[in-house]
Nanobody, 115 residues
Framework: QVQLVESGGGLVQSGGSLRLSCAAS????????MGWYRQAPGKPRDLVAL???????YYGDSVKGRFTISGDNAKNTVYLQMNSLKPEDTDVYYC?????????WGQGTQVTVSS
């Protein structure tokens, strides 16, 4: 069983920054990959960024150059630093891990970017 708790969302003006955190129950090093996804009402959940336990990262095209995913094994936490935010980044952001053949999601954190 894995629990993921996101935090750090909020309201920010266009061009601003936010840092999201995803705290996992137990060591994140045991997960091959952790990811951030986002979802607007009525739309599918889209991949934002991934990080492997070796530190390799991957980003969706819409966030490349603006967002940075990182992990802190000592704190069992994965972060998503979001800079140069745009109104179209407004979504609920979810942390994800696939472990032991099961998919786990956090409860989500709302990010709202005003124009």
């Amino acid at each position: 069983q894995v629990q993921l708790v996101e935090s750090g969302g909020g309201l920010v003006q266009s061009g601003g920054s936010l840092r999201l955190s995803c705290a996992a129950s137990g060591s994140i090093f045991r997960f091959n990959v952790m990811g951030w996804y986002r979802q607007a009402p009525g739309k599918p959940r889209d991949l934002v960024a991934l990080i492997t336990n070796g530190g390799t990262t991957y980003y969706g095209d819409s966030v490349k150059g603006r967002f940075t995913i990182s992990g802190d094994n000592a704190k069992n936490t994965v972060y998503l630093q979001m800079n140069s935010l745009k109104p179209e980044d407004t979504d609920v952001y979810y942390c994800n891990v696939n472990f032991g053949g099961r998919e786990y999601w956090g409860q989500g954190t709302q990010v709202t970017v005003s124009s």
